[in-house]
């Protein structure tokens, strides 16, 4: 399955379609094809998703208008897009791509940044397991918590007005941006099995907290691990 992806790999990175060239997944990569008949190399660096700027450095290009779409992800708000350092506006959209409509030459660049803040976001109201929870997203991915990291508890910590914090770690789980802020812990569980509390023993004591990517979670031999956090405004 491996091999078979990676063969697959360039159509699923660029398409063709009549005059246009259709940018679909951000990875460094250089692609030779065709429009109109006539000869299209481009070349993308970047190193998304850790980072938010995309350059695509025209290396060939037709003689006539050549449609270049750019797929902005759907998590994405408030893009930027430029085209030899101009300015090109994003908010008319095709199917979801912005479309760059002009005649091409070599050694035009386009550079597209794509904010990631870290965010928390909830789940639909419906998912009951998850009301009064977050999740802790940067760009296009999800992150969790692993006890490896946090200590014993992971999974009693609650978010409480988090500042957010990211550290690349290029030597870390294959290579990842961690982030890093403060959770909340309660109380130690009561011995007596109280079904009850008074507010005053709710969450209180700060501890830091890493965060690592989901995908990259349980390398570390077993651990705790979450992903929805309760969160107190």
Do not use: H
């Not at 938010?52 to 998590?75: C, F, H, N, Y």
């Not at 290579?175 to 079904?195: C, E, M, Q, Y």
Request: charged residues 20%; positive net charge; aromatic residues 8%.
């Amino acid at each position: 399955m491996f091999a078979k992806l990676m063969g697959a790999m360039p159509g699923y990175i660029y398409a063709t379609d009549g005059d246009s060239v259709y940018v679909n997944l951000f990875v460094s990569s250089r692609a030779k094809t065709t429009v109109n008949n006539q000869q299209v190399v481009l070349r993308q660096t970047t190193s998304y998703p850790w980072n938010e700027d995309v350059k695509i450095a025209i290396e060939a290009a037709p003689s006539t208008s050549m449609k270049l779409m750019l797929r902005v992800p759907g998590w994405c708000r408030g893009e930027r897009l430029t085209v030899n350092g101009e300015r090109v506006a994003t908010y008319q959209r095709v199917r979801g791509y912005v479309q760059v409509d002009r005649v091409w030459k070599k050694d035009d660049v386009v550079e597209m940044t794509l904010p990631m803040p870290v965010e928390r976001m909830r789940a639909n109201p419906a998912v009951q397991a998850d009301a009064g929870r977050v999740a802790i997203v940067r760009g296009p991915i999800v992150y969790c918590l692993e006890s490896a990291d946090n200590g014993d508890g992971t999974k009693g910590l609650a978010l409480k007005n988090p500042v957010f914090t990211t550290e690349s770690r290029p030597d870390f789980l294959g290579g990842v941006v961690v982030i890093k802020a403060t959770a909340v812990v309660g109380p130690p569980k009561s011995s007596n099995r109280d079904l009850y509390r008074p507010t005053e023993l709710a969450f209180t004591t700060p501890v830091p907290i890493t965060a690592i990517p989901y995908y990259a979670n349980t390398n570390r031999g077993p651990v705790e691990m979450a992903v929805w956090l309760p969160i107190e405004a």
